[in-house]
């Protein structure tokens, strides 16, 4: 078994695809050994919890108030991971950059999610500053990229796969924002499939 653990920040639908999909028996192969939030009132926790899956809440604040650095707090999240035998790591929602102490020790096996095309609308509220930008004419579309994670860069690496995203000229913010968490729980999937299970390319 490939073991898989999923960091989160917030509402985790994409995690809960994961969670289905593996369910379904559609990640062969794949355990998803753990969730990790740094937020405590984060909802995936909850949908990880009714899966079965182990919940780890690892929050920052305490490394700042003792004045530790990010380094250690990364150090110590990898080898929390490291703990429960993890060799690959998804970032679904996950809102902390993750420097060298702890990419080091998943070397192209971060995985991350941005809900805007390659080189577009990096950092949070993508969707919300797309909508913006199709409002003021300067954008035709957006999109869904699935990306690795080499170094502290916001939303930038390696290309895994991405996907147009149309926006409609009567959308509002919010059917904007779910047509692309439906392209991103199709698209998410899809690479998960291909990076981790030999042979096993879609979804
Ligand atoms: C997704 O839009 C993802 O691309 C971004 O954060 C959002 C998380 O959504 N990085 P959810 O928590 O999976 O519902």
């Not at 990364?74 to 060298?100: I, K, Q, T």
């Not at 809900?115 to 993508?126: E, V």
């Not at 904007?176 to 392209?183: D, F, I, P, S």
Request: hydrophobic share 50%; no cysteine; net charge neutral.
């Amino acid at each position: 078994m490939s073991r898989l653990a999923i960091l989160i920040s917030g509402h985790g639908s994409n995690l809960q695809a994961i969670l289905d999909a593996a369910a379904a028996g559609r990640l062969p192969g794949v355990e998803v050994a753990l969730v990790v939030s740094n937020r405590r009132e984060a909802y995936g926790l909850q949908r990880a919890v009714q899966a079965g899956v182990p919940v780890v809440y690892f929050p920052f604040a305490p490394y700042t108030r003792a004045g530790r650095p990010r380094s250690a707090y990364d150090a110590d999240l990898a080898g929390l991971l490291r703990s429960f035998g993890v060799e690959w790591v998804v970032l679904a929602g996950w809102m902390h950059v993750l420097g060298n102490s702890f990419l080091s020790h998943f070397p192209e096996r971060v995985v991350n999610l941005h809900p805007a095309l390659p080189g577009t609308f990096p950092g949070t509220h993508a969707i919300q500053r797309a909508y913006e930008a199709f409002q003021r004419g300067e954008i035709a579309h957006t999109g869904v990229m699935v990306h690795l994670v080499p170094d502290e860069g916001v939303d930038v690496g390696p290309v895994l796969a991405q996907e147009v995203v149309p926006i409609l000229p009567r959308d509002t913010v919010d059917d904007l924002e779910a047509r692309v968490h439906a392209v991103e729980h199709r698209l998410f999937l899809q690479v998960l499939r291909a990076i981790m299970i030999p042979g096993g390319v879609g979804a």
